[in-house]
């Protein structure tokens, strides 16, 4: 731990030298105008990252119910095996038609996930690498259809998180505490921005990293804070103090409310920062005792800190789903709050007819859907905009963007409102 908090305030006299001075004279001009025409766009959530419940028949097809996540994936099945699985997937999940069917939506954003360890898979790490010559396909297929690229570190060594998602699912993060894994982010962010410093056209947001655990308290904070100001030297000087990049830097709230973020990063000593904040309404117990109204009440209410927050704020993840149904959505083996199958909730009602396919949704459920998704984008573009999560799902339809078109509670041009009143 000594060592940890020597280095970290080290690096921080060095960004607090050099930032300051070197920006005003030099201010950025990336190639979306962030600020003035609003972020639309959807994830392609369980491509390059594994996600149980995005793909839930990758993880049934190995018969091993210890494979989790994408560390088991690669720890406790035939290794070959597991790599023609992956790379099966990568090859298929996404194409190219996707980004032509996500551009003809009328979206203008795709972000992509990707973890450490298509880039770095350390000793000991059961991690299968080769996803990044999907990123590098996906950037050229965003370029030939107009679409701008958030490249998302979404999983670090040790994990940021301990969810599924970060790769890792375990029950105590371990990253912000090592400072080896801290310094290996770094290098990573470090590759990813010198991958793309001539995509710039295409690449306009690096997130340096996704979800980092911040309810756990003030350890992990001041990690966090540390390595977002490494991240900003990093992503927006790849070319040393003298000159900097178009990127913007698309920080994570951690959890926090905006409110803890005042100040931070901000403009004039800073620019080229936005924040993003991750709204659901399914992870807890009150949150899935919502009624319909009260779902669409509380999306409107965020309209006021998102207008008023002083960097440009997007909302990186959210979704019209409103309950936690999806199978394997708290991770495979585990139940849902909404039915009462997770451990130590109470039963609100029935899974049946509100995820899987939507050829089981009622017009009525239909019709929330397309309310819920009305209200959450009008709200979000009084700030800087929104991305869904996600694009696509194999069992999960009230999740899925490209199920929503299909279904018709998603318009096929995002600006058009049967419900333009929703939140007054
Ligand atoms: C820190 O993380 C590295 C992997 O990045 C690991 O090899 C090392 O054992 C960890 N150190 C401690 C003290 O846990």
């Given at each position: ?30 190639s979306f105008?962030?600020?003035?025409t609003k972020v639309r766009g959807v994830n392609l ?49 996404i194409t190219e038609q996707d980004f032509i069917d996500i551009a003809a939506a009328g979206l203008n954003h795709v972000r992509i ?22 990123l590098?396909k996906a950037v050229g297929w965003a370029r030939n259809h107009g679409l701008k690229v958030i490249v ?44 793309f410093?001539?995509d710039q056209d295409v690449v306009s947001v ?179 905009g929104?991305i869904q999560?996600?694009w ?9 963007y ?12 995002p ?10």
């Amino acid at each position: 731990m000594v060592s940890l908090k020597a280095a970290l305030s080290s690096a921080s006299i060095l960004v607090a030298l050099f930032a300051p001075a070197a920006l005003a004279d030099n201010p950025i001009n990336p190639s979306f105008p962030y600020g003035s025409t609003k972020v639309r766009g959807v994830n392609l959530g369980g491509w390059l990252v594994l996600e149980p419940w995005i793909t839930p028949s990758l993880f049934e097809n190995t018969g091993n119910t210890a494979i989790v996540d994408e560390w088991t994936f690669g720890q406790d099945q035939n290794r070959q095996t597991a790599l023609s699985a992956l790379q099966n997937h990568w090859s298929t999940w996404i194409t190219e038609q996707d980004f032509i069917d996500i551009a003809a939506a009328g979206l203008n954003h795709v972000r992509i996930p990707i973890g450490y360890w298509a880039f770095d898979v350390g000793p000991g790490e059961p991690y299968i690498s080769g996803q990044l010559p999907y990123l590098q396909k996906a950037v050229g297929w965003a370029r030939n259809h107009g679409l701008k690229v958030i490249v998302d570190l979404h999983g670090a060594p040790g994990s940021q998180n301990g969810f599924d998602n970060s790769g890792h699912r375990i029950s105590f993060p371990q990253w912000h505490s090592n400072s080896t894994n801290i310094a290996r982010t770094n290098a990573v962010l470090k590759t990813i921005t010198s991958l793309f410093i001539n995509d710039q056209d295409v690449v306009s947001v690096i997130a340096p990293l996704n979800e980092p655990a911040g309810f756990d308290g003030s350890d992990v904070l001041s990690a966090v804070r540390q390595y977002w100001y490494d991240s900003y030297g990093n992503i927006r000087f790849p070319y040393g103090t003298s000159q900097q990049s178009n990127t913007v830097v698309l920080l994570h709230d951690a959890f926090q409310p905006l409110s803890y973020w005042n100040g931070f990063q901000t403009a004039p000593n800073w620019q080229g920062v936005a924040m993003d904040t991750h709204i659901y309404q399914m992870f807890s117990q009150d949150e899935v005792s919502r009624s319909n109204q009260q779902h669409i009440d509380a999306a409107c209410a965020y309209g006021s800190s998102l207008s008023s927050f002083d960097l440009w704020t997007i909302v990186g993840e959210w979704t019209p789903a409103a309950t936690d149904c999806a199978t394997y959505l708290n991770g495979r083996g585990v139940g849902a709050r909404y039915d009462g199958s997770y451990p130590g909730s109470s039963r609100v009602g029935s899974c049946t007819g509100l995820t899987g396919s939507r050829s089981s949704f009622s017009s009525s459920y239909k019709t929330f859907l397309r309310q819920y998704w009305e209200a959450q984008t009008i709200t979000y573009e009084k700030g800087a905009g929104w991305i869904q999560w996600t694009w696509k799902a194999e069992r999960a339809d009230d999740w899925s963007y490209q199920a929503g078109l299909a279904g018709g509670w998603i318009p096929q041009n995002p600006t058009q409102r049967q419900y333009p009143n929703i939140c007054n």
